[in-house]
């Protein structure tokens, strides 16, 4: 309510003005429909006045042919109007906004067989379509409002199915939705509070637009002699019956039930234009400061992040000043993962020594169906990361890192098909949808890219967690969660006063750490970041990456992180994995594979990292392979100094180079599968691949 009045003080005084002319032309048909037997002087069926008398003080209106007074049936016309209006539109709605969400949604048959109804009551005629149901509903159920009504509300129907549906497909795309798939809410939840939310901003504005057509398809079907009869005032049959009037010189029995047409479709116009100014406010960005535009914003304010708190000790001292939670109170209740980062002397988790792979990959390939034919985008890929490890997964954009991240979270889009494993703690996460749903955003979560648009703009902050938390933990009281969101907030260096807040309100660095904390407030096992700090600038990239190693470190994450940048993963990962082609090409422990690269990609890569002992950059000559299709050999062969006739030939496997260190390239023994004890040499060109890499430092 209080977003519908901060929308109404924003809207601009055309848009105002136009609301309330309209609000007062339909509100006082309403009213005049509502009491129209106590106002009407005459009953709408008496037929005993003076035939054709003119306007008179008896009757303000004159009378008719058929010796019926206009003024009563002009009023009592207005009551038969917002019946069959009110009860087509309406039946319409909830018939047409369903089937457009869940055919939007869904898509797939449903969706193709819906589209083709729609399309084909759309392209009938639509007065004509009317015309055809009147005649049949009249048989059927007999002349009357209901049989006016069900007849109009064929007409919008697919009014209605076709503006949601194509809403719908927009919405279920936008990147807040996948956010929400993404953190295990049920498809249920993404329906009515992500997708609806959105897309039913859209109705009221068709609702008053439509029902103004009502008004005018109603006259036509009483016109041409479909509406409910005689007895029944109806404005478009009283016109009818008055149209030879006016070559008599009887004016008044056609020009007032015309002008009540046209003041009822007017008001109704004027209200759906003002509501769509208004609830639309793109229509009115253009003209106003960001200030004027969002309410609550604070450019200076936002502009400055609070320092890092909680991760560094004590909460009091660290934690934003604005409404931080009490910690004495917090002791109490809070959750493990939030107690762990607020509480100084809170023993961080221990990194797995065991040996166990909190997340493991096993052989896992991801091919998209696409028009040139199957794109392999992941292949044969097989990753362990173990409680409180960081893996780096680095390569050139479109080498399937991402779409390797979306395969573990079980989010893949539908013309995506995978194969392998995942097991979440030893369990098989892709023998169960359900239990890698519950898993999202539980155990299992994931840390957005961009967080602009990660967030619903619909929601506040808070919403957002209280409906994560509540997916998972389904007897948490909202006040629970809310408390919970708060202190996740806090642990992020977010100000938990500005938990009310909406997205918009919020700089892309406290939208970022407002991510990861929804990432981490239900303790998950596994963290997956895809590239976490690509849009933030170097400070607050360096906050993130600081604050992520710490609940890391705190919470005893796995964590997977998504990057081209190998400065990032020098500076914050145990291992890397260096992805090619879709393959993970090399592997192994930081240290091991940044001062001695094997795979001739990895040098590479590193060799164009620039330093501050750079002279001049260098970069991967070529470009990444076309995954369409099947490659013969080594992925790399193109672009690699180093290939050799086998590499053309037959895909390398991964072989040991060093301890816990592996390279898939023939120029090691064991990468050949037809000549496992075969280390291909170039001719007269190998490398010393013993020594460093060929530039780029390892911090
Ligand atoms: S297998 Fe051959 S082409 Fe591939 S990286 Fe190794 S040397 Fe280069």
Request: hydrophobic letters at 45%; charged letters at 20%; glycine letters at 8%.
């Given at each position: 309510?209080?977003?519908?009045?901060?929308?109404?003080?924003?809207?601009s005084?055309?848009?105002?003005?136009?609301?309330?002319?309209?609000?007062?032309?339909?509100?006082?048909?309403?009213?005049?429909a509502?009491?129209?037997?106590?106002?009407?002087?005459?009953?709408?069926?008496?037929?005993?006045?003076?035939?054709?008398?003119?306007?008179?003080?008896?009757?303000?209106?004159?009378?008719?042919?058929?010796?019926?007074?206009?003024?009563?049936?002009?009023i009592?016309?207005?009551?038969?109007?917002?019946?069959?209006?009110?009860?087509?539109?309406?039946?319409?709605?909830?018939?047409?906004?369903?089937?457009g969400?869940?055919?939007?949604?869904?898509?797939?048959?449903?969706?193709?067989?819906?589209?083709?109804?729609?399309?084909?009551?759309?392209?009938?005629?639509?007065?004509?379509?009317?015309?055809?149901?009147?005649?049949?509903l009249?048989?059927?159920?007999?002349?009357?409002?209901?049989?006016?009504?069900?007849?109009?509300?064929?007409?919008?129907?697919?009014?209605?199915?076709?503006?949601?549906?194509?809403?719908?497909?927009?919405?279920?795309?936008?990147?807040?939705?996948?956010?929400?798939?993404?953190?295990?809410?049920?498809?249920?939840?993404?329906?009515?509070?992500?997708?609806?939310?959105?897309?039913?901003?859209?109705?009221?504005v068709?609702?008053?637009?439509?029902?103004?057509?009502?008004?005018?398809?109603?006259?036509?079907?009483?016109?041409?002699?479909?509406?409910?009869?005689?007895?029944?005032?109806?404005?478009?049959?009283?016109?009818?019956?008055?149209?030879?009037?006016?070559?008599?010189?009887?004016?008044?029995?056609?020009?007032?039930?015309?002008?009540?047409?046209?003041?009822?479709?007017?008001?109704?116009?004027?209200?759906?234009?003002?509501?769509?100014?208004?609830?639309?406010?793109?229509?009115?960005?253009?003209?106003?400061?960001?200030?004027?535009?969002?309410?609550?914003?604070?450019?200076?304010?936002?502009?400055?992040?609070?320092?890092?708190?909680?991760?560094?000790?004590?909460?009091?001292?660290?934690?934003?000043?604005?409404?931080?939670?009490?910690?004495?109170?917090?002791?109490?209740?809070?959750?493990?993962?939030?107690?762990?980062?607020?509480?100084?002397?809170?023993?961080?988790?221990?990194?797995?020594s065991?040996?166990?792979?909190?997340?493991?990959?096993?052989d896992?390939?991801?091919?998209?169906?696409?028009?040139?034919?199957?794109?392999?985008?992941?292949?044969?890929?097989?990753?362990?990361?173990?409680?409180?490890?960081?893996?780096?997964?680095?390569?050139?954009?479109?080498?399937?890192?991402?779409?390797?991240g979306?395969?573990?979270?079980?989010?893949?889009?539908?013309?995506?098909?995978?194969?392998?494993?995942?097991?979440?703690?030893?369990?098989?996460?892709?023998?169960?949808?359900?239990?890698?749903?519950?898993?999202?955003?539980?155990?299992?979560?994931?840390?957005?890219?961009?967080?602009?648009?990660?967030?619903?703009?619909?929601?506040?902050?808070?919403?957002?967690?209280?409906?994560?938390?509540?997916?998972?933990?389904?007897?948490?009281?909202?006040?629970?969660?809310?408390?919970?969101?708060?202190?996740?907030?806090?642990?992020?260096?977010?100000?938990?006063?500005?938990?009310?807040?909406?997205?918009?309100?919020?700089?892309?660095?406290?939208?970022?750490r407002?991510?990861?904390?929804?990432?981490?407030?239900?303790?998950?096992?596994?963290?997956?970041?895809?590239?976490?700090?690509?849009?933030?600038?170097?400070?607050?990239?360096?906050?993130?990456?600081?604050?992520?190693?710490?609940?890391?470190?705190?919470?005893?994450?796995?964590?997977?992180?998504?990057?081209?940048?190998?400065?990032?993963?020098?500076?914050?990962?145990?291992?890397?994995?260096?992805?090619?082609?879709g393959?993970?090409?090399?592997?192994?422990?930081?240290a091991?594979?940044?001062a001695?690269?094997?795979?001739?990609?990895?040098?590479?890569?590193?060799?164009?990292?620039?330093?501050?002992?750079?002279q001049?950059?260098?970069?991967?000559?070529?470009?990444?392979?076309?995954?369409?299709?099947?490659?013969?050999?080594?992925?790399?062969?193109?672009?690699?100094?180093?290939a050799?006739?086998?590499?053309?030939?037959?895909?390398?496997?991964?072989?040991?180079?060093?301890?816990d260190?592996?390279?898939?390239?023939?120029?090691?023994?064991?990468?050949?599968?037809?000549?496992?004890?075969?280390?291909?040499?170039?001719?007269?060109?190998?490398?010393?691949?013993?020594e460093?890499?060929?530039?780029?430092?390892?911090?």
């Amino acid at each position: 309510m209080n977003r519908m009045f901060g929308r109404w003080r924003q809207a601009s005084r055309t848009s105002r003005v136009l609301v309330m002319a309209g609000a007062a032309m339909t509100v006082g048909f309403a009213v005049v429909a509502l009491l129209a037997p106590l106002l009407a002087p005459y009953g709408q069926a008496a037929h005993d006045a003076p035939q054709l008398s003119r306007p008179s003080l008896d009757h303000f209106f004159g009378t008719t042919n058929d010796r019926f007074d206009v003024l009563s049936r002009v009023i009592f016309g207005a009551r038969l109007a917002f019946q069959v209006v009110l009860a087509s539109t309406t039946f319409a709605l909830f018939i047409g906004v369903p089937l457009g969400l869940v055919s939007g949604y869904t898509g797939g048959r449903l969706d193709r067989a819906l589209v083709l109804v729609m399309d084909a009551l759309y392209a009938f005629p639509s007065l004509l379509l009317a015309i055809v149901m009147a005649f049949a509903l009249q048989r059927w159920i007999g002349p009357g409002v209901p049989a006016a009504a069900l007849s109009i509300s064929v007409i919008y129907i697919p009014q209605y199915f076709r503006v949601v549906r194509n809403h719908t497909l927009a919405v279920r795309e936008e990147t807040f939705v996948d956010a929400a798939r993404a953190m295990g809410a049920p498809r249920r939840v993404i329906l009515t509070r992500y997708v609806a939310a959105n897309v039913l901003q859209s109705v009221p504005v068709i609702f008053t637009v439509n029902a103004a057509d009502a008004v005018l398809t109603l006259a036509g079907l009483g016109f041409l002699g479909q509406g409910p009869g005689l007895r029944t005032a109806e404005w478009g049959f009283d016109i009818s019956r008055a149209i030879t009037d006016v070559g008599i010189g009887a004016w008044w029995t056609s020009l007032f039930p015309g002008l009540a047409i046209v003041a009822l479709v007017t008001g109704m116009s004027l209200l759906g234009e003002g509501i769509n100014d208004i609830l639309n406010p793109r229509l009115r960005a253009a003209g106003m400061s960001a200030e004027g535009l969002i309410p609550g914003f604070d450019a200076e304010a936002d502009a400055t992040p609070p320092p890092l708190a909680t991760v560094e000790g004590d909460a009091s001292e660290s934690v934003p000043t604005a409404d931080p939670p009490a910690v004495e109170d917090a002791g109490r209740e809070l959750p493990r993962s939030i107690q762990a980062v607020y509480r100084d002397d809170a023993p961080a988790r221990p990194a797995s020594s065991d040996g166990a792979a909190a997340l493991l990959v096993d052989d896992v390939s991801v091919t998209y169906r696409s028009a040139r034919g199957p794109v392999h985008a992941v292949q044969n890929v097989s990753l362990a990361v173990r409680a409180g490890e960081s893996v780096g997964l680095v390569g050139e954009s479109g080498c399937g890192k991402s779409t390797l991240g979306r395969a573990v979270m079980g989010v893949l889009p539908p013309v995506a098909e995978r194969t392998g494993q995942v097991l979440l703690d030893g369990v098989d996460l892709t023998a169960d949808a359900e239990a890698w749903r519950r898993a999202r955003g539980d155990r299992l979560s994931l840390v957005f890219q961009d967080p602009a648009t990660r967030l619903d703009p619909l929601q506040r902050i808070e919403s957002h967690f209280v409906e994560l938390i509540r997916a998972h933990r389904p007897g948490t009281s909202k006040a629970d969660a809310a408390r919970m969101s708060r202190e996740a907030l806090a642990a992020v260096g977010v100000p938990p006063a500005r938990s009310r807040q909406y997205p918009h309100e919020f700089s892309g660095g406290m939208r970022q750490r407002i991510m990861i904390a929804l990432a981490v407030v239900l303790e998950p096992r596994v963290l997956i970041a895809d590239e976490p700090t690509t849009s933030l600038d170097v400070l607050v990239e360096a906050q993130i990456l600081d604050l992520m190693s710490e609940l890391r470190r705190r919470l005893g994450l796995a964590v997977v992180l998504i990057t081209h940048n190998l400065g990032i993963v020098a500076e914050t990962c145990d291992r890397v994995a260096v992805m090619y082609a879709g393959r993970i090409v090399e592997e192994g422990p930081v240290a091991s594979v940044f001062a001695a690269p094997r795979h001739p990609y990895t040098q590479a890569l590193l060799s164009a990292v620039i330093t501050l002992e750079t002279q001049a950059p260098a970069a991967v000559p070529g470009s990444p392979p076309d995954l369409a299709g099947s490659l013969p050999g080594c992925p790399f062969a193109p672009r690699c100094p180093l290939a050799m006739a086998v590499c053309h030939e037959v895909i390398p496997a991964g072989s040991q180079v060093a301890d816990d260190h592996a390279a898939a390239c023939h120029l090691y023994p064991g990468a050949d599968p037809t000549h496992p004890d075969q280390a291909w040499e170039p001719d007269g060109r190998r490398l010393r691949l013993a020594e460093p890499p060929l530039s780029g430092t390892l911090r």
